[in-house]
């Protein structure tokens, strides 16, 4: 149980540095073309 939560944990750290380190390095541009294209997905989905 304590692994699972500590696993839980671990994996939350590294998606928050990963998206941390890619808003970074990327344009303010390429942001809001991922979220556009985020959002049409999420759209037609409905």
Do not use: H, P
Request: a positive charge; aromatic letters at 4%; charged letters at 20%.
């Amino acid at each position: 149980m304590i692994k699972k939560i500590l696993g839980v944990i671990l994996l939350i750290i590294i998606i928050l540095i990963a998206m941390g380190y890619c808003s970074g390095r990327r344009s303010v541009s390429d942001n809001s073309n991922e979220i556009r294209v985020i959002n049409v997905t999420f759209n037609r989905s409905e």
